[in-house]
């Protein structure tokens, strides 16, 4: 086991560029878990006796109120961390997470990871650009729920969600998603988005399929939305493009 948390870290951009016996120390004080799609892999409120670093698959971050209703606030693929803020903070989970897919995750001790960045400053620096960019998107995120109307909050959903599990190159993105998940997703009622729903299946952006919608034309979609947003997908491959940008070599 080891050796697949090892190499969990071997592939993080965060990790990676520290030692090998950091490394290895880190993934010997770690636990390497399979999580299927739906599985809790942290309840708002627990507490924050671990940090998470995704090896593979996805997970869905939200908040849910008390009845049951849930609001949509990030969706990570591997590799990606979570779970550090509360724990640095030592504060219990501030939101609910599960897996979306079969996904494995190295959930690691707060203070092994604490010993690691110290010792390995580039590691530091590095884990504080991904923590830095995701209060961005937290920051823009929470904006957009207090003052953009719910028709760009879809628009921005569903072109985040599309961006999440489609490759780049598909031309009909099919959505996993039905307008009681979407309207849950923003924060509104189902009868808040059925006029945009209807309006985009008339101007042909939208298409019910099998129970399900398929997004047609993505350009189209993307005026309704608001070209500044910061997207609620997220995965440190973005991290990973922004150093090679900065450094080339």
Known sequence: MVDSSGRILDENPIFAVASAESRQRLAQSSVL????PGDVVL???DPSRHIFAMGSGSVRVFHMSPLGEEVALK????PAIFGEAEAFCDIPYLEHVTAVEQSRILIMPPDAVLRLLRAEPECAVRMLMDVATRLAIAAYNEKSLAFNPATIRLANYLLDYARWTHRDD??????DLNQDQMAQAIGV???SIAKDIIAWQKEGV???SRGKYVILEPDTLRRYSDPQRLGLAYSLDDLRKTLECKDPA
């Open 170 to 175: 598909q031309r009909e993105l099919r959505l």
């Open 43 to 45: 309840a708002e409120g």
């Open 33 to 36: 878990r399979r999580f299927r």
């Open 75 to 78: 969706l990570f693929s591997a």
């Open 189 to 191: 009622t189902r009868r």
């Open 206 to 208: 939208l298409k019910r």
